[in-house]
């Protein structure tokens, strides 16, 4: 016999021993009766926020900082202008190294409808020339709506019922683009206002600054250059805003004893709990939702939800706390119009943190999305004896520390 | 060649034997180990008290006449049944292993040994319906455990002339289990909840132990052991103290004709006095226990003792935690072994396969278990 055929068997016996040394151990349990300690018991319990712990603040984006600008026409929720002022147009193009007059050809105005009310037909946007020194900041509804009128109407754009967002424009021609000229001298700024009509009453939301989608002004000229080449001759001007707004007709406030959110400025809330000792000790949470009362029922766009958005806190510095920007740590849900229903947010992971971290403050901060760019606001109770409704409250789904030691 | 075939087969057998785990080891302290060498459970456990290689007599080191080293591990089948369902599992352990050996010029024997003292390895799973926010919630939950308490064995034995032999030991009780339970619900709404602990064990016991030989046919053992109590810390968090049994056992030995050996022991542990610490703390509390073995080894070819001999035993006894209060789990057991010698003896491997059957109430196991135990003897 050679030396392999010796060592094949105890080679094959090794390799049999490691195959037979497998494991499965899993049993079935008659529970509680034959499990050590019995089975996990699951406790549910409902936390109040702690009183006068709770807060709203407006402020943090102001009117046209945000993604979107209200225009509407009749929609309950609020009446919205939006306000477009586009930088300077010179007077003049310079070609070599001469400032050559020009003549305007025509005009395009382009808008970015971001969001509109898909069920409601027969939009069309108006557009009307407002002063060139109207600051959008500081505009009111009350200054601003007389202007739009007749007489200051530069065009109109008719929405097709399929264009649901996107952009839409007008091009003006001729005698039409007299209607945006702009007189030599002035400052070149050409502002527009918006208004809406639909065969309902609607809403739509259109680009802004901050979001890079704002309307822009292109003015197609023939400049006063002879024997030059049509690249010279014919050119285009374009300017995008410069600032933009919108102005609303009654600003939605905070009633007595509740927290709002949304809105423009754009408010955000602070809630605070406490969790007891025998739950951030020692207990492993499986569900934490936040339950949310509103105080009227949800004002908005139609088919433009809102979305409630709920961030850990991670320092209590009141209205300045900063807030996380950790996905797993940021919830959402999305409001529904018009309804007083409890809202909803599982803020299980946040509840988490708590317990894993004295420094985080166990606080919620609430706001709306889009910030200071969409029609809906919402009430809710707060822990004010004033609140119309109940408080914020938190229901905890969560089991205590398994006795593991009783045999 | 034929003795590489041995063992690929002991490898390979599939057994429904009673490992040192088992469902009646899930209270309490856990399964209780037996400190049995292969070579001694192939003969049901009758020769414990006689063998070197085992953990249950110190006095028994005297018979080496040279260093020995042993290793055995353990391969189990068992087929579970309880109210809950059927289940078939098996497990891997590593129960036993010792090094011991005589010193020159001196009727003494020293040993140290390691050997598993109660065993704890299982997972349990069980589903319910609980009600949770108002609604009936469908959960699964498993209960699981690894480890246990072992026994680190300090002996030494003493031949007295060459009828008598004694012997002492020093037991280090140790161990832990790391123990996990997890729900997981059927609503994702709830996450799934992972609790974990991790339970330690110490201890230490002594024992005394005597071989008394009458001529070459006949002898009788006897051993006294007390181990204490154990200290249980939670996560090194102080929570019980458990006093541990104290062990009584005697065997006899009888050589009829020469190519046979027959044995029998009786090991009787006051379990009981665990049973008040068990119960304040919730448990199902401890009974003592007694564990009667019967076998004999039958040697084919007496000019090569060592080569093939045949191992058969019987045994039956009692197990110390009950899973149902007033209900104490028994065992029945049946076995057969075999082993060779190889390399001038230098070396050997055991093998033992034993059918076990427990049961206690609504609850039953029958398990095969497959030692096998490898010798060095440098």
């Known amino acids: ?407 | 060649m034929r003795r590489g075939f041995l063992l690929s087969l002991c490898a390979l057998l599939p057994g429904a034997v009673a490992a040192q785990s088992s469902q009646f080891g899930v209270r309490g302290l856990g399964a209780p180990g037996r400190e049995l060498s292969a070579r001694a459970v192939g003969g049901g456990g009758a020769f414990g008290l006689f063998d070197a290689e085992s953990g249950l007599n110190p006095a028994a080191l005297s018979t080496l006449s040279t260093m020995t080293a042993s290793f055995t591990g353990l391969q189990d089948y068992r087929h579970v049944e309880n109210p809950a369902g059927t289940e078939s599992v098996r497990e891997s352990r590593f129960p036993q292993l010792g090094v011991a050996g005589p010193l020159k010029r001196l009727p003494l024997a020293l040993g140290l040994s390691f050997s598993n003292y109660t065993s704890r390895d299982f997972t349990l799973a069980s589903a319910d319906t609980i009600p949770l926010r108002g609604v009936l919630v469908p959960v699964s939950d498993t209960f699981s455990s690894r480890g246990g308490m072992s026994d680190l064995r300090f002996a030494g034995a003493y031949k007295l002339g060459e009828r008598w032999a004694v012997g002492g030991s020093f037991h280090v009780i140790t161990g832990s289990n790391r123990i996990v339970s997890r729900r997981t619900f059927a609503d994702t709404s709830y996450q799934a909840a992972r609790q974990t602990s991790e339970i330690s064990f110490a201890g230490v016991g002594f024992g005394l132990g005597v071989v008394r030989t009458f001529g070459p046919n006949f002898s009788l053992a006897a051993v006294a052991r007390s181990d204490g109590h154990a200290i249980i810390d939670r996560d090194s968090t102080r929570v019980a103290q458990v006093d541990l049994p104290y062990t009584f056992g005697f065997g006899v030995r009888w050589r009829p004709v020469p190519n046979l050996d027959l044995a029998s022991q009786v090991i009787y542990r006051t379990w009981s006095g665990a049973n008040s610490d068990l119960l304040s703390q919730g448990g199902t509390g401890a009974e003592n226990t007694v564990q009667v073995a019967l076998g004999g080894e039958l040697t084919p070819d007496m000019r090569r003792p060592f080569r093939r001999p045949i191992r058969l035993g019987v045994r039956y006894g009692t197990l110390p935690f009950p899973l149902v209060p007033g209900e104490q789990p028994r065992e029945f057991g049946l076995s057969v072994g075999s082993g060779v010698r190889f390399a001038q003896q230098r070396a050997g491997i055991d093998l033992g396969l034993e059918h076990v059957w427990r049961s206690a109430g609504a609850y039953s196991e029958r398990a095969l278990m497959v030692t096998l135990g490898v010798t060095v003897r440098p």
């Open chain 1, 1 to 407: 016999m050679n030396r392999g055929a010796r060592w094949a068997p105890w080679v094959a016996a090794l390799a049999a021993g490691i195959v037979a040394c497998q494991e499965r151990l899993t049993s079935p349990g008659q529970c509680p009766e034959l499990c050590p300690g019995g089975t996990p018991t699951v406790y549910d319990t409902v936390l109040g926020a702690v009183p006068g712990g709770d807060e709203s603040v407006q402020g943090y984006i102001g009117r046209g900082a945000g993604a979107a600008l209200l225009t509407s026409s009749g929609l309950p929720a609020s009446e919205d202008r939006a306000i477009y002022r586009f930088a300077s147009r010179l007077d003049s193009v310079s070609v070599r190294d001469t400032a050559r007059a020009y003549s305007v050809d025509s005009v395009v105005l382009a808008l970015n409808i971001v969001a509109r009310d898909t069920l409601v037909t027969g939009l069309r946007v108006f557009l009307y020339r407002l002063p060139p020194d109207i600051e959008p900041d500081t505009a009111t509804f009350a200054g601003v709506d007389p202007q739009l009128i007749a007489p200051a109407l530069i065009d109109s754009i008719t929405v097709p019922d399929s264009v649901h967002s996107g952009q839409v424009v007008t091009v003006l021609r001729g005698v039409d683009a007299d209607r945006v000229a702009i007189p030599v001298g002035t400052g070149g700024v050409l502002a527009m206002g918006l208004r809406i009509a639909a065969n309902a009453p609607t809403g739509i939301r259109v680009g802004s600054l901050a979001a890079g989608t704002a309307a822009t002004f292109t003015t197609y000229v023939t400049v006063d250059v002879p024997d030059t080449t049509t690249a010279i001759v014919h050119q285009s001007l374009s300017r995008g805003a410069q600032l933009n707004g919108f102005v609303t007709q009654t600003p939605y406030l905070a009633a007595p004893g509740t927290l709002l959110i949304g809105g423009e400025p754009s408010s955000r809330a602070f809630i605070r709990f406490d969790l007891p000792a025998r739950i951030k000790d020692s207990a492993t949470v499986v569900r934490a939702t936040l339950e949310l009362l509103p105080a009227a029922p949800i004002p908005g766009l139609p088919n433009d939800p809102a979305v409630l958005e709920g961030r850990a806190v991670l320092s209590d510095l009141g209205p300045k706390s900063p807030l996380t920007t950790d996905p797993t740590l940021i919830v959402q849900d999305t409001l529904a119009l018009g309804s007083t229903d409890t809202v909803r947010l599982d803020i299980t992971r946040m509840v988490q943190l708590w317990q894993a971290s004295d420094e985080r403050p166990e606080e919620v901060a609430l706001l709306l999305r889009p910030e200071a760019a969409t029609f809906t606001r919402t009430l809710l109770g707060s822990t004010s004896p004033l609140s119309p409704v109940g408080a914020p409250r938190l229901h905890v789904t969560y089991l205590l520390s398994f006795p593991f030691e009783s045999p």
